[in-house]
């Protein structure tokens, strides 16, 4: 026989149960297409695209998954955010939005891949200004060249 005692200890509050209810009402805003989750620790989130205008576009895909991108598939996915998933297909499974798919990649990975862009263009930089200085007019004088790269604008002032 269970005591009175033990009954109200077991039993939720109303208050408990209309917590939802009570919550701070949140204020209206666009819905923002390309939002992600949080991501895993050390992993960023990017959206690719699959299709585009109802073509796919299987080149790109292959393209990001060799520069180490993983698709992500929805029961990857904390089970608080649902994200729509492709329900056919050889992306059966996948996050996926209006021809795009969700993919994470190692942040080391990609602060890899952007030192290498980066020292690239200065490579390229460095090349341009080099054969910039080599020119040289019809008249066999060199071309001045501002490796600052700065510009004035005027507007009739003297």
Same mark, same amino acid.
Do not use: C
């Given at each position: 026989?269970?005591?009175?005692?033990?009954?109200?200890?077991?039993?939720?509050?109303?208050?408990?149960?209309?917590?939802?209810?009570?919550?701070? *009402?949140?204020?209206?805003?666009?819905?923002?297409?390309?939002?992600? %989750?949080?991501? %895993?620790?050390?992993?960023?989130?990017?959206?690719? *695209?699959?299709?585009?205008?109802?073509?796919?576009?299987?080149?790109?895909?292959?393209? *990001?998954?060799?520069?180490?991108?993983?698709?992500?598939?929805?029961?990857?996915?904390?089970?608080?955010?649902?994200? %729509?998933?492709?329900?056919?297909?050889?992306?059966?499974?996948?996050?996926?939005?209006?021809?795009?798919?969700?993919?994470?990649?190692?942040?080391?990975?990609?602060?890899?891949?952007?030192?290498?862009?980066?020292?690239?263009?200065?490579?390229?930089?460095?090349?341009?200004?080099?054969?910039?200085?080599?020119?040289?007019?019809?008249?066999? *004088?060199?071309?001045?060249?501002?490796?600052?790269?700065?510009?004035?604008?005027?507007?009739?002032?003297?």
């Amino acid at each position: 026989m269970t005591t009175e005692k033990e009954i109200t200890q077991t039993r939720n509050s109303r208050e408990s149960e209309q917590h939802a209810k009570n919550t701070r *009402r949140q204020p209206w805003r666009p819905v923002r297409k390309l939002e992600t %989750p949080p991501p %895993p620790e050390g992993y960023e989130y990017r959206w690719i *695209r699959e299709s585009m205008l109802g073509q796919e576009d299987k080149a790109n895909v292959s393209r *990001r998954i060799r520069e180490g991108w993983e698709l992500v598939r929805g029961t990857d996915l904390p089970s608080e955010f649902s994200y %729509p998933t492709a329900d056919e297909g050889r992306h059966a499974g996948l996050v996926y939005s209006e021809g795009l798919l969700l993919a994470k990649i190692p942040i080391e990975t990609k602060e890899e891949r952007n030192a290498y862009y980066e020292d690239q263009t200065r490579l390229k930089k460095e090349a341009l200004d080099n054969n910039m200085f080599t020119e040289s007019r019809k008249d066999g *004088r060199y071309v001045k060249y501002d490796a600052d790269r700065k510009s004035n604008v005027t507007f009739g002032k003297k």
